[in-house]
């Protein structure tokens, strides 16, 4: 009887042992994250044999409506996105109403705004030549103060990247500015005298060699306009975030950014 007891006793510690061993919740090692097809998921790319190298599962989802990203990360379908600056991912959470869902938790690249030309070569800009700029609020100011930085018009004074075209005071060759959707800037090119457009965009429609001025990497718009990681609030120090965000704070990324895309765009990395 004396045997069965002590018996029994270790199965039900080793029982004891197994299931305790068994609970222990495994590192997760799936890393998906949602981004926009050029630089973006290019830089990722870049940078997937290093994740790969730490033992994640990665998986890069590319995305041409820029509001599913958000709603993909918010939904967790996503564990980080990268495609967007902090205003655009502030102004999606109040229209989506998901404040406070996201947050940004590091700075990548900048994207500067330039000014492009198939028509001419340097911007010795004629009487009543017709510019594109963006449409949108936020990349409408910044293109607006772009043209202001080459002397094509004036804006009232003290106006920042939230000027529109109601603030031009002073317009000496009495340009045509055409607001309109942002990748019209680069599809219409050809009919325009010049065009201000993203640095994404003219990637995408393989003008980047016809870019005759952009914003500068110390400008207000550079500050403000950093593309961001993201990911849902109160997942920031997750270890599979801050092993994202090593591997792309570095030289290598820098390096990368610098050869591919020629200035169209700008890295903030390795940051200090």
Not at 3 to 21: I, P, Q
Not at 32 to 44: C, D, F, K, R
Not at 124 to 136: Q, S
Not at 166 to 191: F, L, S, T
Request: aromatic share 6%; proline share 4%; with cysteine.
């Amino acid at each position: 009887m004396k045997k069965l007891f002590v018996t029994l006793c270790a199965a039900v510690l080793l029982a004891g042992c197994a299931s305790g061993t068994s609970s222990q919740p495994k590192e997760d090692k799936t890393l998906t994250i949602g981004a926009s097809v050029t630089p973006h998921a290019e830089i990722l790319n870049h940078i997937k044999p290093v994740l790969e190298e730490k033992g994640y599962n990665v998986e890069i989802k590319q995305f041409t409506d820029y509001d599913l990203p958000n709603k993909g990360l918010a939904e967790g379908s996503l564990d980080a996105n990268y495609f967007q600056h902090k205003p655009y991912l502030d102004e999606w959470m109040v229209k989506a109403k998901e404040e406070g869902k996201l947050t940004s938790v590091f700075a990548v690249h900048f994207e500067p705004l330039g000014i492009y030309s198939v028509k001419h070569k340097d911007l010795n800009v004629k009487e009543k030549a017709v510019i594109g700029i963006p449409n949108d609020p936020t990349n409408g100011g910044r293109a607006l103060k772009l043209l202001e930085a080459n002397g094509i018009i004036k804006l009232t004074e003290g106006k920042g990247i939230d000027a529109t075209i109601n603030d031009i005071v002073e317009n000496p060759k009495n340009v045509e500015v055409k607001p309109m959707v942002a990748e019209n800037c680069a599809r219409n090119i050809q009919d325009l005298d010049y065009a201000v457009v993203n640095g994404n965009n003219a990637l995408s429609a393989k003008i980047s060699d016809k870019v005759l001025a952009t914003e500068d990497k110390t400008s207000e718009a550079a500050q403000t306009f950093a593309n961001i990681i993201a990911v849902q609030k109160g997942h920031e120090d997750d270890q599979k975030i801050k092993d994202l965000i090593d591997a792309l704070n570095s030289e290598d990324v820098k390096k990368f950014i610098e050869d591919e895309y020629d200035g169209i765009v700008v890295p903030l990395v390795p940051a200090k």
